[in-house]
């Protein structure tokens, strides 16, 4: 059972075009994360979110918590090829420790 | 501070064989978690350790077991490997500032396991 929905599961666009990406859920997260990963290396993180209704920005990219801590986008403005890669985002809950709970990522293209 | 490492990098074994993995984390942190990734199923939670203890567990079989030792640095292995074990396997080492209630977690460049 896939908890973290996430779509789409893939986005091919181009370079200076907007786009947004969703994670939807039908439970509860103490917090959100957002992680961007390359191929043959690990997610790195990009941000965390706690609060219901939080926004969150990191240059381009903006990231945005649901009031209801069930859903999350991450929304990125005039795109550049250095952002394509998959995106990834994760749920974690106050008695799971740091234990994750993932979605199945979206690949991410940016053509120049 | 040097990030997370794990090592080997890469591993080719054979059906039956079982296989060690290693990971030092960022200096400090005490959670260690592993997670294997797939293409079909993604990034899946095995377990985490902290402070030398299993902390959480997800559904794996048997097979998979860790362990973490005093300077936090964490093994896991596979028994018995099975082609369907073939994946990226993740290690991520956790922290929890201060006033935040969420953890942080790091990952390492990953060891990608083939099994033939």
């Known amino acids: 059972t896939q908890l973290l929905e996430q779509s789409p599961q893939f986005l091919s666009i181009q370079e200076g075009e907007n786009l947004t990406v969703y994670c939807n859920s039908s439970?509860?997260?103490?917090?959100l994360q957002w992680y961007r990963q390359e191929p043959g290396e690990g997610p790195v993180l990009l941000v965390t979110v706690v609060t219901g209704g939080e926004v969150k920005k990191l240059k381009r990219l903006t990231f945005q918590f649901g009031d209801a801590r069930k859903d999350s986008s991450l929304h990125i403005t005039a795109a550049q090829p250095g952002d394509t890669g998959l995106y990834l985002c994760a749920g974690a809950r106050e008695t799971s420790g740091s234990r994750l709970t993932f979605g199945e990522g979206t690949q991410l293209t940016v053509n120049p | 501070k040097a990030g997370v490492t794990q090592t080997p990098r890469y591993l080719i074994k054979t059906r039956g064989q079982q296989v060690t993995l290693s990971c030092s984390p960022i200096s400090g942190h005490r959670s260690v978690s592993w997670y294997q990734q797939t293409p079909g199923q993604g990034l899946q939670f095995l377990f985490e350790?902290?402070?030398?203890?299993?902390?959480n567990k997800g559904n794996f079989p048997g097979r998979f077991s860790g362990r973490q030792f005093s300077n936090s640095r964490s093994e896991m292995n596979v028994s018995t490997l099975e082609l369907g074990d073939s994946a990226l396997y993740l290690c991520?080492?956790?922290?929890?500032?201060?006033?935040?209630?969420?953890?942080?977690?790091?990952f390492g460049p990953g060891t990608r396991l083939t099994v033939t």
């Open positions: 439970s509860v997260f103490s917090s």
């Open positions: 350790y902290f402070s030398e203890t299993q902390r």
């Open positions: 991520a080492s956790s922290f929890r500032p201060t006033g935040t209630g969420a953890y942080e977690q790091y």
